[in-house]
């Protein structure tokens, strides 16, 4: 399972680079990563690039539910990437970049299953695609409306007025991403799988989520210096 972070208020390349890196390291196999997507970017046409329908299931993408995660991990030699912050991850705010979201519990419950290790990445400077772009609840509710999940409130706010398609626009930033630890959740609890509590999920995502945080501190002081290098 390949875990990473998301870049706040920003249309997901973070998300599309680098399933499209990793897929050109196994050569464009069909086995090689399937993407689990949030229902936010299937169900709403705005959040497909461009409007080109059904975008992510075409470019091998599938919707995050539970079952179809859980039988594309039931399959031999099956890589899944996945975003543990989900939506809130997508629309965090640009003050709140780099801050690691509540993480859900289904790659856990997922890993501990499979006893499948969880590789996680840091994904540095794709928070600068849509840089001081904030998050309103006011303007969201009134997005929400007409199809769309949020709407930044920044520079490109005011651009999307003159040419609605710079909604997908990103700046050039340097995108970096960085392996961090291997993970292994089915080794930090002495229980099976179907004895394990929800409340015992949340506690081992929460251990799984600073182990993360602390790995994107490092790989951003490393590598986020110039993110327009």
């Known amino acids: 399972i390949f875990a990473t972070n998301h870049s706040g ?6 998300g599309i680079i680098f399933a499209q890196g990793i897929l050109n390291r ?5 086995d090689s990563v399937r993407a689990l997507v949030t229902p936010m970017l299937t169900d709403f046409l705005y959040m497909s690039p461009y409007l080109i329908r059904n975008i992510w299931e075409n470019v091998g993408c599938t919707e995050a539910t539970y ?8 399959k031999n030699n099956q890589n899944v990437l996945i975003y543990p912050e989900g939506a809130a991850g997508i629309s965090k705010g640009f003050n709140r970049r780099y801050q690691l979201q509540e993480f859900k519990t289904s790659f856990i419950r997922m890993s501990i299953k499979y006893k499948t290790d969880i ?9 600068y695609n849509n840089p001081f772009s904030y998050k309103s609840k006011k303007i969201n509710d009134l997005v929400n409306k007409i199809g769309i999940p949020f709407l930044p409130v920044g ?5 999307t007025l003159v040419q609605p398609w710079f909604f997908y626009f990103a700046f050039p930033s340097k995108i970096t991403f ?7 959740p089915y080794e930090m609890i002495d229980k099976p799988y179907h004895e394990i509590t929800h409340k015992e999920y ?5 251990k799984v989520r600073l182990i993360m945080q602390e790995d994107l501190k490092e790989a ?3 590598y986020g210096k110039k993110p327009y290098k």
Request: charged letters at 30%; zero cysteines.
């Open 9 to 14: 208020m920003a249309f997901p390349w973070d």
């Open 26 to 30: 196994f050569k464009f196999s069909k």
């Open 67 to 74: 079952k179809n995660f859980d039988t594309l991990m039931f």
């Open 119 to 127: 590789v996680s990445f840091s994904t540095i400077n794709a928070e």
């Open 155 to 159: 520079i490109t706010t005011l651009l």
């Open 178 to 184: 960085v392996m961090g630890k291997r993970i292994k």
């Open 202 to 206: 949340k506690e081992l995502a929460e």
């Open 220 to 222: 951003r002081r490393k």
